[in-house]
């Protein structure tokens, strides 16, 4: 009879932790430069658009105060550096400046009232008398900073030089101004600088709201032995360092003796079959065959003494000793 020690069992079972449910996942973080970059284009935008239109309106009011004027019931003179095609306006509002020629005109503020043009007569000599045309047109106006004038005529000089301008009419509250056309210049400007605003309208509006999109979060690292996420931190319980105490035994075994082999069995034919020896520590052996008898060497036959008298020693077989070497057999 033998003891076989049975793995140690743990005093207290502990049953393993519920798998972890998966966090959600963190938000990415904004893209930080491309609100930053937005935030810049479109302030650029804003104030390089609106510096670009407020120097167009600047420019618009300097090229309408620019223009030459001659007040209604005078003879103006004019000079003109270049050859060029000029704008005739009939000025309704506005403010007269000080002139040259033969008029004593008031020079302050005007303002005709009525929806409709006041008629006029013009006539314009150059410096030899003679008479230059200015035929009827119309299309181009103004109106800012206090100055509104309508196209009424126009005009074009051949050569340099002084030239001398009569006005007529009923009306007094309005005067002549000559020039090029005051929107010339503002409506360029006008259009660069609302394509300046618009396009930094756009372009910062679009970054900013890709640099409000968050970032795609950075993958969680999970455990291999668990797909739901990482596992929480958590120790096992040791094993007992102690092998637990023996179970009692009720008495020493007696000691037996081997039980003799059994008798050996040979079938004809075939090597004598004996049952295999038990192994010293128990269990089972497989059987192994006995080897055979070396056979016998064979001889010739004796024979059998002849029947007579058991004492008469003459009917019996003798063994001659060996001869010696002067002696043969006989």
């Known amino acids: 009879m033998s003891y076989q020690p049975q793995m140690p069992v743990m005093s207290s079972y502990q ?16 893209r930080t430069g491309l609100l930053i970059t937005g935030l810049v284009v ?90 230059i045309q200015m035929p009827d047109a119309t299309g181009a106006s103004y109106d800012v900073d206090g100055y509104a004038g309508t196209q009424n005529r126009s005009l074009e000089i051949t050569s340099a030089g002084t030239y001398r301008l009569d006005v007529e009419s009923d009306d007094t509250d309005f005067a002549i101004s000559i020039g090029k056309n005051p929107k010339d210049d503002n409506d360029l400007m006008m259009v660069i600088g609302g394509g300046i605003v618009l396009a930094g309208l756009i372009v910062g509006v679009l970054l900013i709201l890709l640099g409000l999109r968050r970032r795609k979060p950075a993958p969680a690292i999970v455990d291999a032995r668990n797909p739901m996420g990482p596992l929480p931190g958590w120790s096992p319980t040791p094993y007992p360092t102690t092998m ?16 003799p082999p059994p008798p050996t069995t040979q079938f004809p034919g075939q090597p004598p079959i004996r049952p295999p020896e038990q192994p010293a520590a128990g269990g089972f052996a497989p059987p192994a065959f006995a080897p055979p008898a070396p056979p ?34 006989s």
């Open 15 to 30: 049953p393993p932790p519920p798998p972890p449910v998966a966090a959600p996942p963190a938000k990415g973080k904004r």
């Open 244 to 259: 637990p105490p023996a179970p009692p035994t009720l008495g020493a075994p007696t000691q037996q003796p081997p039980p």
């Open 42 to 131: 479109l302030l650029g935008g804003l104030i390089g658009g609106g510096a670009v239109l407020a120097k167009g309106k600047s420019n618009y009011e300097d090229a309408v105060h620019s223009l030459a004027r001659a007040p209604v019931g005078c003879t103006t003179t004019l000079v003109f550096d270049k050859a060029d095609k000029f704008i005739v306006y009939i000025e309704t509002k506005g403010k007269l400046a000080e002139l040259s020629g033969d008029c004593n005109a008031d020079s302050g503020p005007y303002n005709h009232e009525g929806d409709k043009l006041p008629k006029v007569s013009m006539k314009m000599l150059n410096s030899g008398g003679d008479e």
């Open 296 to 329: 016998t060497p064979a001889g010739p036959p004796l024979a059998a003494p002849p029947a007579g008298d058991p004492d008469d020693e003459s009917g019996r077989w003798t063994i001659k000793e060996k001869p010696s070497d002067k002696e043969g057999w």
